[in-house]
C-alpha cells in the first residue's frame, strides 16, 4: 500500500469534541461560585424536573462500570481490539453531566438540603461529571492516535471512578445516614479508612461508655485536662478527623503542633509567636479571627490558659502539680468548669447521643419506607439526630389528610413539618396532637381552622407557628397560650385583629406575632 492509499484521519471531529468538551466543563465548573439555595427554593416545575435525579444517577455508574470492564478486558486480550469503547464512554460522561445537573437543580430547588454533606455530595458529582468529560476527550484523542496516550487515559477513567465512589457515598450517606456504609465494618476495615475503632464486648457488640471519672487536682494532666476540653469545645468541630480546614486537625496532640497548610501551629515556648494564637488574637471581624463567625468564641481566661500551656513548653504529660501558675493562671482555672462537673456533662452528653442513636435507628426502618412514598420530603435533622422534618411544598394540593396520616408512626420524632399550602384540613391535622417534639410548623394557606388550634395548644416544644391564610379567628388563637416556648407567630390575612393580638401578647409576651403589612 502506497502513501496515498492510507486512511487519513480528519482534525475535524477531534478538535469539535475537545473545544466542546473544554466548554462543556468550563461551565460546570463554574457551578462551583453560583451561591447558597434561595430561601424559598425554586419553583414547582424544577422541583419536579430535580427530583429524576436518583433516578438518572445510576446511569452514569452502570455505564462506566461497563466502560472498565470492556478496557480491562481488552488489556488481557490477545486478539488486537476490533472495536473501541469511545461510544460507551460517551453515554457514560453525557449521563454524568445529565445526572449532575438533575442534582444540582434538586439541590438549589430545596433549601433544606444546605447543608454541609449535601453540598460535598454536590461538589463531588460535579468534579465527576467534569473528569467523565475530560476522560472522553482524551478517549477520542487515543482512538485518533491509534491508541498512543492510553496511559493518560487510564489515569482520567481511574481518577473519575475514584471520585463516582466519593460521591456516591455522600449520596448514601446523605439518604440513608452518614455511617451508612461504615457502621457496620469491622475493626480491620475501620483501621484502612481512618475510622475510629469500635470496642467489643464478648457476645461482639460494642461497650457501653464508661463515665469518666474526674481526677483531683495534682493528678490533672494540664493538655488532656485544661486543653482539650476547652479545643473539644470550640476547636474540633472544624479541625478533626472527618473535617480538617486549612489542612489542620487539632484532635491530635502531634497534629495539633505541626499545625496544617500555613505551616506550624505551635512555636513550643513561644506563644506569642504562634500562629493558633496569632489567629486567636486577631480582631473578631478579621476574616482570619479564629474561631470564625458563627462559632462561639475563645473566652478570655481560656485563651490565658492556652497560651501559659504554650509558653510552659506546649508538654502533653505535664501535670498541673508541675508548672509554675502565676496569678492570672490561677484565676483563669477557677473560671473552669469543674472537672468533676465536666466529667458529669460529658457523661451525660454521651449518655443523651446513645439514647438519640437508639431513637433513630427505631424510626429509621419506617422512615425508609415512608421516603418511597415522599421522596427527598422527610428527613433526619442532621446526620446524628434522630429528630425528622417533612416538607410538601413540592406537593401543596396534592398533599392532604390521606397523605398526613401515612406520617402518623413517625409524628413523634418530628422536629419540623412545613404543610404550606397543602389541603390538610382540622380532621387531618388531628395527627399533629402525637407530635410532642415538634419545634416548628407551617400550616399557612391550608383549610384549618380554629379546631385544630386546641390540637396544637398540647405540643409543648412548638416555637415557631404559620398560621398565614388560614380561618383561625380571635378566639381560637387564644387557645395557644399555653405555649410557653413560642417565639414566633404568623396570623396575616387571617380572621384575627388587633384586639386578639393584643390579648395573645399579654400571655405570651415572649412570643412575636407577625401581622405582615
Known sequence: MTETDTPRRSLVGPLFLTIFGLLLIAAMAALFWVGPPPEDGLPDIAKFIGRFHPVILHLPIGMLLLVLVLETGKLFSRKKPSSSTQVAMFFAAASAVVAMLLGFVLYYSMPDYGKELAERHLNGGIIFACGMVAAFVVKVWVDYAAGRGAWFYWIMLVGSTVMMGIASHDGASLTHGEDYLT???????????????????????????????????????????????????KCYSCHNVDKMKGKYRMDDYDLLVKGGKEGEAIEIGHSADSNMIFRIDLPEDDDEHMPPEGKKDLEEHEVVLIKWWIDGGASKDAKLADMEMPEPVKQAMSKLVPPEVL????????????????????????VDKLREQFPAA?????QSSSGLTFTAVSMRKTFGDTELAKLGPVMPAMVSLDLSASTVTDQGAKVLEHAAELRSLRLSETAVTDASLETLSGLPKLESLNLYGTQVTNEGILKLASLSNLKKLYLWQTKVDDAGVQALKAKLPGCEIVMGL
Open 183 to 233: 457502621k457496620y465494618a469491622p475493626n480491620e476495615v475501620r483501621k484502612l479508612i481512618g475510622q475510629p475503632l469500635k470496642e467489643e464486648t464478648p457476645s461482639g457488640g460494642a461497650a457501653e461508655s464508661v463515665p469518666v471519672v474526674a481526677k483531683p487536682p495534682s493528678e490533672q494532666v494540664v493538655y488532656q485536662d485544661v486543653i482539650v476540653p476547652i479545643l473539644e469545645e
Open 343 to 366: 466529667a458529669q456533662q460529658k457523661a451525660a452528653a454521651e449518655q443523651a447521643a446513645k439514647v438519640d442513636a437508639d431513637k433513630r435507628e427505631a424510626v429509621k426502618a419506617e
Open 378 to 382: 422527610l428527613n433526619f435533622e442532621s
